[in-house]
C-alpha cells in the first residue's frame, strides 16, 4: 500500500530554519573551487603531539563510555586553566563538565535552564544555533542588536530587555561575527543586569584566546558577584584548531552543572575519550602556545586587513576571533551582502559570508565577513582575486 504523500510535520521550529549559511557557502566553495574565506576554521590542524595523543590513546584504549561529566584529567586541565588564566578557583568534580563541542554545552543550558515561556536576552548579531536552540526550549528570545561599523552596546535597550521574566541572558564575547571583545565596563553593565533580575549568563567564551592587540579575555564569571550565576563555556576545536574534535568544557558553579548535567546525560552522555584525552594535555601546554596562536592570528588579521584594503575595502576592527569584515559598498558594489558574496563566490573566486545572515532581520546588509585564520599564501591569493576582480588601484 501506498504511504499517504502528506504526513504528520516535523517540529515546526526548526523545520522552519534552512541548511545553515556556513555549510551552504563551503559546499558552493567545493562546487565552484573557490578559496573558502566563508566557514570558520583554520587550514591546518593545530599541535600534531595532540593528534598523536589522541591517536594512541584510540589505539591503546580503553574506547569504552569514559564518565559522563568527562575524564578526570580533562576536567582537572579544565579547572587548573580557570585557575591560570582567570585566577577562578573551581573544584574540577563538581564545577566542570566536558561536552561533545560547545554548541552541545549551549544545547545543553538551553535544554536545561529554560523553562517554556522564559525571556532570554540575546545579543544581534547571532551564532547561527543560538536562536533556534532557544526557541525550541521554548524560550522567548529578547533581542538586542550591536551594529556595524562600531558596535556599540546599546545600554538602554539592553536594560529594556531584562525584566523579571529574564531567565539568562546568552554572551558571546569574543564575538563572532562582530569580532568586538567585551570591556570591563560593559561587563559590569551586563553583571548588573543579570544581578538585578535574579538571571544567570551562559557565556559562549570559545574564541578566549584569540584576542588581540594586548586586550584581556574578561570571562563574565570573574565580576563581583557572577561567579555564582555564570556558565563558561570553551572549545578545543578553536583553542587548539581542531574544529572536527567536537570537544567543549562547561565552567559552571555546582547548582548550575548539576542541573545542566541532566542534559548532557540524554543528549550525548559523553564525548569521546581518546580526543579528551589530548584536549587534557593541550591545556596544559605552558602559555606560549596560547600566546603563540593569538600573535600568529593577529598577525594573519594584519595581513588580510591590509591586503582588502589595498582591494579597495573598508575593513571593521577585529579585536578577537578569526573573522574580519568589510564595507561591501566600498568596492562599488551595489546589491546586499547575500547577492555579494553569490557574486564574489562565482566571479572573483572567494567565499565569505554575508553578515545580514546573523540578524533575524533588518538593514543590516553591507557588510560581508572573511574568516582569516588561513595560510599566508591562501590569504594573498584571496585578496588578490578581490583586487583584480574588482580593479582595485595598483592591481
Ligand atoms: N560558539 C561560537 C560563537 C562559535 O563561533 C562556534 C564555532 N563553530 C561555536 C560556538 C561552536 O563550537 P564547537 O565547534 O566547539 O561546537
Ligand atoms: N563557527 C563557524 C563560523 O562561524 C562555523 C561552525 C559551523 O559551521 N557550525 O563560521
Redesign the pocket.
Known amino acids: 500500500m501506498l504511504h499517504s504523500l502528506i504526513m504528520k510535520p516535523a517540529n515546526s521550529i526548526l523545520s522552519s530554519y534552512g541548511v545553515t549559511v556556513?555549510e551552504t557557502m563551503s559546499r558552493l566553495a567545493i562546487e565552484t573551487g573557490a578559496i573558502n574565506l566563508g566557514q570558520?576554521?583554520p587550514d591546518e590542524d593545530g599541535p600534531e603531539e595532540l593528534r598523536r595523543l589522541a591517536a594512541e590513546a584510540a589505539v591503546a584504549g580503553p574506547n569504552q563510555y569514559p564518565p559522563m561529566l568527562g575524564i578526570p584529567e580533562l576536567r582537572q586541565a579544565v579547572a587548573a586553566h580557570n585557575k591560570r588564566f582567570y585566577d577562578l578557583d573551581v573544584d574540577w568534580q563538581t564545577e566542570v563538565m566536558v561536552t561533545?563541542?560547545?554548541?552541545?554545552?549551549?544545547a545543553d543550558c538551553m535544554l536545561a535552564l529554560i523553562e517554556p515561556g522564559d525571556e532570554v536576552v540575546m545579543i544581534e548579531p547571532l551564532?547561527d544555533?543560538y536562536l533556534p536552540m532557544v526557541r525550541r526550549a521554548g524560550g522567548v528570545p529578547k533581542l538586542v542588536r550591536i551594529e556595524p561599523p562600531n558596535w556599540e552596546l546599546p545600554r538602554d535597550a539592553l536594560a529594556e530587555a531584562f525584566s523579571d521574566k529574564t531567565k539568562l541572558i546568552l554572551l558571546?564575547s569574543p564575538?563572532?561575527p562582530a569580532a568586538k571583545v567585551f570591556n570591563a565596563d560593559e561587563l559590569q553593565f551586563i553583571a548588573d543586569l543579570v544581578q538585578k533580575h535574579d538571571a544567570y549568563a551562559v557565556c559562549?567564551e570559545?574564541?578566549e584566546h584569540l584576542v588581540f592587540d594586548g586586550q584581556p579575555h574578561i570571562p563574565l564569571m570573574t565580576l563581583d558577584g557572577m561567579r555564582e550565576r555564570c556558565v563558561r563555556?570553551g572549545?578545543?576545536?578553536?583553542t587548539f584548531s581542531m574544529?572536527s574534535?567536537?570537544?567543549?568544557y562547561m565552567t559552571a558553579p555546582a547548582h548550575l552543572l548539576g542541573a545542566i548535567s541532566k542534559a548532557h546525560q540524554f543528549v550525548t552522555f559523553t564525548t569521546p575519550s581518546c580526543l579528551q584525552r589530548a584536549v587534557a594535555a593541550g591545556l596544559e601546554y605552558d602559555d606560549s602556545y596560547f600566546a603563540g596562536l593569538s600573535a600568529q592570528q593577529q598577525s594573519k588579521r594584519d595581513r588580510i586587513a591590509g591586503a582588502l584594503e589595498a582591494a579597495g575595502f573598508e575593513t571593521l576592527k577585529t579585536e578577537g576571533?578569526y573573522f574580519l569584515s568589510v564595507d561591501i559598498r566600498t568596492v562599488g558594489f551595489e546589491g546586499d551582502d547575500a547577492q555579494f558574496c553569490e557574486h564574489i563566490i562565482r566571479e572573483a573566486g572567494v567565499a565569505a559570508i554575508p553578515m545580514s545572515a546573523f540578524y533575524q532581520d533588518g538593514d543590516v546588509r553591507h557588510f560581508a565577513r572573511f574568516c582569516f585564520c588561513k595560510q599566508d599564501a591562501i590569504l594573498d591569493a584571496a585578496a588578490e582575486k578581490l583586487a583584480q576582480h574588482f580593479g582595485a588601484r595598483g592591481a
Open positions: 556556513f570558520g576554521f561533545s563541542g560547545a554548541t552541545e554545552a549551549l551564532y544555533c558571546n564575538h563572532n559562549d570559545v574564541y563555556i572549545s578545543a576545536g578553536k574544529t574534535w567536537k570537544v567543549g576571533t
